[in-house]
């Protein structure tokens, strides 16, 4: 879970998973929607990567990135429990 709160921690990673909650994007679609070089986001790719946050699937020089939401979900999850904040919380028994 660290991994993905690593790759959470950017705002340009997190642009990045916003793109791709509306379709797959391809890595010059992403590139060109930021002012930072193709290597750094590459970079940012690897993190998201790692994380599993998204899916990368090439085609011959092409690569095409998808949102991977079940794994964000899990993450968010975790978090929500971990604070006491998921589903069997005992502020929402209360109500």
């Not at 797959?24 to 290597?39: I, K, W, Y």
């Not at 993190?47 to 020089?61: F, H, I, N």
């Not at 968010?76 to 502020?91: D, I, K, R, T, V």
Request: net charge positive; no cysteine; aromatic share 6%.
């Amino acid at each position: 879970m660290n991994q993905v709160f690593k790759a959470l921690s950017d705002p340009t990673r997190r642009k990045v998973l916003e793109l791709l909650r509306e379709r797959p994007m391809t890595a010059g679609e992403l590139s060109d929607r930021f002012p930072v070089s193709r290597p750094t986001m590459s970079a940012h790719f690897n993190v998201l990567k790692e994380a599993d946050l998204v899916a990368a699937e090439r085609s011959g020089t092409t690569i095409t990135y998808r949102l991977k939401l079940s794994v964000l979900e899990d993450a968010l999850l975790g978090f929500a429990q971990a604070f006491g904040l998921g589903a069997n919380s005992p502020e929402k028994d209360k109500t």
